[in-house]
């Protein structure tokens, strides 16, 4: 690793005043990604402001079926809470197939959507909840946030301060893990509100995480796993690498789909 | 340079460090403690496990500098007054390990599943919850069946009714 100067931030204001210091400040939380990045030398940032203990940031809370979950809040926090629990399983149970148990302990919901990698479970989560990022600044409907691989709305020095959103009435998040690595080769969100539903895809799309609007009207007119069945997946725009091909992956969009919707709770 | 202060099972300790120091480096060369060990270096195998106020963590995912303040506890911290703790004599009962590598990490990893989990635990629950941690020798079958063994001596009451 490539030297770096630490900063501990105990506010959202220092953390981004911090940010604007250096030559190359990075924001870290859990740090699950972007310390094995900086060992690997993928990632060199002169400056590492550490977002672990601004209050503001930590906890969950449920008011109704409103969530407000804090950018730090850690994979095992979301996994844990009763509260979250009660009114979006599908959530709770997406961040307790994370990684491992260790991962889920410093790895967080900010951290994980701020770096958007592909295959990680979050974006698919958020997009498919129709969530609001909130920042030091503003807010950002999941729709314009996440832009492209490891890509997302965020400008330069923006924190993210925590998620916000409605629990819709069933959700349930199904994933193929990859053997080795644990992430997912695909995964898929699906969420059933009074306005509609949202299937969200990861793992699978070339340009990362995306909405499948077919399925998304088949599932509106009849919600259940046969209806999904016949929903074509074209499989010109998924990602295909030495794990699987892009006809395999949208065959596994597909059955992800029908299992995430028989599991929706 | 950077001063980092912890807790390390029990005792205060700090000392100074480069800012870039991973926790498993700090632990293991400044502190001594070295049987927290370095497996694969990628936040992969486990090896590096530790708890980090009261959770399990991978020592080589977080610098020292992110830790300070924290407090830690090794597999050095387990045993209390010469007596293995329980999951510590689970393993050697049950022939848990064969070279003894990804012990350490196993053995923290176990400790933190029975106090988070609970004692009744499943093998499924074991076998999940080892998932982040990497052995090449025992096919973990010995590694499940000492976790559990563990958990069982670990219920409540068990030891007031021996």
Not at chain 1, 90 to 106: E, F, Q, T
Not at chain 2, 82 to 99: D, I, M, N, T
Not at chain 2, 124 to 136: A, F, P, S
């Amino acid at each position: 690793m490539y030297a770096t100067n630490y900063h501990r931030a105990s506010s959202v204001d220092e953390a981004v005043k911090l940010a604007g210091t250096g030559d190359d400040t990075k924001y870290v939380s859990g740090g699950q990604t972007l310390i094995a990045t900086m060992k690997q030398r993928l990632a060199a940032p002169s400056d590492l402001i550490d977002l672990r203990h601004v209050p503001s940031m930590k906890g969950i809370s449920v008011s109704g079926r409103s969530v407000r979950i804090g950018a730090a809040a850690t994979h095992a926090e979301v996994a844990s809470s009763s509260e979250l629990r009660a009114v979006c399983p599908g959530l709770a149970d997406l961040a307790a197939g994370i990684g491992d148990p260790h991962v889920r302990h410093l790895g967080t919901i900010g951290g994980s959507i701020a770096n958007n990698d592909p295959a990680a479970d979050y974006p698919a989560g958020l997009l498919g909840l129709g969530a609001t990022i909130v920042t030091d600044r503003r807010q950002i409907a999941a729709d314009d946030f996440f832009t492209g691989l490891f890509d997302t709305a965020l400008e330069a020095g923006e924190v993210i301060t925590e998620i916000r959103f409605e629990a819709p009435e069933k959700s349930a998040y199904a994933k193929f893990a990859n053997p080795a690595s644990r992430y997912a080769m695909t995964g898929v969100f699906v969420a059933k509100t009074g306005g509609g539903v949202r299937v969200a895809v990861t793992g699978a799309g070339s340009d990362g995480v995306f909405r499948h609007q077919g399925m998304e009207q088949a599932l509106a007119g009849n919600w259940s796993a046969e209806a999904v069945a016949g929903v074509a997946v074209d499989s010109s725009e998924l990602l295909s690498d030495l794990h699987a091909s892009a006809e395999y992956r949208a065959n596994l969009v597909r059955v992800m789909a029908k299992r995430a919707v028989a599991a929706a709770r | 340079m950077a001063k980092v202060t912890l807790t390390v099972n029990g005792r205060t300790v700090s000392g100074e460090c480069e800012e870039r120091t991973l926790l498993v480096h700090f632990i293991r060369d400044k502190l001594g403690l070295t049987g927290t060990h370095v497996g694969c270096d990628t936040n992969q195998c486990g090896a590096c496990v530790i708890h980090m106020d009261g959770k399990s963590i991978k020592s080589c995912s977080i610098l020292a500098v992110q830790a300070s303040g924290s407090s830690i506890t090794t597999i050095e911290g387990l045993a209390q007054n010469g007596e293995l703790h329980p999951v510590q004599a689970a393993f050697k009962e049950h022939h848990g390990l064969q070279c003894g590598f990804c012990t350490p990490g196993m053995v923290m990893t176990a400790v933190d599943l029975i106090n988070s989990k609970g004692t009744s635990l499943t093998e499924e629950d074991v076998r999940h919850g080892l998932e982040g941690n990497i052995c090449r020798c025992t096919g973990y079958h010995n590694i499940v069946k000492s976790v559990l063994s563990a958990a069982d001596a670990m219920q409540p009451g068990r030891q007031a009714a021996e």
